[in-house]
């Protein structure tokens, strides 16, 4: 039977993989948090790891504040790649099967065409390079862990894009949305679900896959498709579409980095919804829960 240890748990994936592992296979998965365990400590994940007994990790423990990375580049890196590393290093011994998350921004942006997993890193970001050290990093101590890239994660759960523009639809009378970034919004509720598919398929194939929802927006596409979701199409008809010279930050994201989900799909078998669709359950569940609170 399986035992699952999932990392980075107070986060909107940690979250949602609680919902979905205790709906999937309730009580076989221990969750922790950065303040439970040091995750960078190497010889406390050991002791941890050692006496768990654990058959899975799903690593969502991570650093991704993007534009603050730019100058807190140790906090960066020990998350990113120390982790990952750590649970590497012990992954044959204990014979471990790995899920890394890690990022679209590992990627420039200078295409027009979904990335496949076979496509080459070219990060921008002081983030997307340490997450790119992190997947050669464990891949280089653990060749059958998964790596499973996404991007533009949101949730009923944490901080994230749908909850920002929210707040701004309730304290201002306009907004303004970079429109010329492309990728795809991802609920962390359908990666969660992919996820507790793939181990209860007990098929378990290493290597990098890509997951996200399936279609295209920008940054505006996606507050204006918010925006009226939620009931406020007065709202979304004054979003002002920007383009990214407008809003200068301090990390350069990839001005394209739509995913390709061939080889998830036609591995495991996974039906994805198109993003759209994926908001308005996420928003549904958000009403429920602020309903039943």
């Known amino acids: 039977m399986a035992k699952i240890l999932v990392t980075g748990s107070n986060g909107q994936l940690g979250q949602e993989l609680r919902r979905v592992f205790e709906n999937d296979m309730p009580g076989v998965t221990t969750y922790i948090n950065r303040e439970e365990l040091d995750l960078t400590d190497r010889e406390a994940v050991e002791r941890f790891l050692r006496a768990g007994n654990f058959t899975h990790i799903v690593n969502c423990a991570a650093y991704t504040a993007v534009d603050r990375a730019e100058e807190e580049k140790l906090q960066c890196k020990e998350a990113n790649v120390d982790i990952p590393s750590n649970f590497g290093r012990l992954a044959d011994e204990l014979d471990l099967r790995i899920i890394h998350l890690s990022t679209d921004y590992v990627f420039d942006g200078h295409t027009w065409l979904p990335y496949a997993e076979v496509a080459k890193p070219e990060p921008l970001s002081v983030y997307g390079t340490t997450k790119r050290k992190g997947e050669t990093a464990l891949m280089g101590l653990a060749p059958t862990a998964m790596i499973i890239r996404t991007g533009w994660l949101y949730s009923a759960y944490g901080k994230n894009f749908l909850k920002t523009v929210l707040r701004l639809a309730s304290s201002e009378g306009r907004m303004s949305m970079v429109a ?57 008809r004054v979003v002002e579409p920007i383009p990214t010279a407008d809003y200068p930050t301090p990390a350069t994201r990839p001005f394209y980095s739509v995913l390709d989900k061939s080889k998830i799909k036609a591995t495991y078998g996974l039906t994805i919804s198109h993003w759209r669709d994926a908001l308005r359950r996420c928003i549904s569940q958000m009403s429920s829960t602020q309903k039943n609170g």
């Open 180 to 236: 010329d970034q492309i990728g795809t919004p991802t609920y962390a509720g359908d990666l969660a679900q992919a996820i507790s598919d793939i181990i209860r398929s007990k098929h378990w194939n290493p290597g990098i896959f890509h997951y996200a929802n399936e279609g295209v927006a920008s940054w505006y596409d996606f507050a204006v498709a918010i925006l009226e979701e939620c009931g406020m199409p007065d709202k979304a």
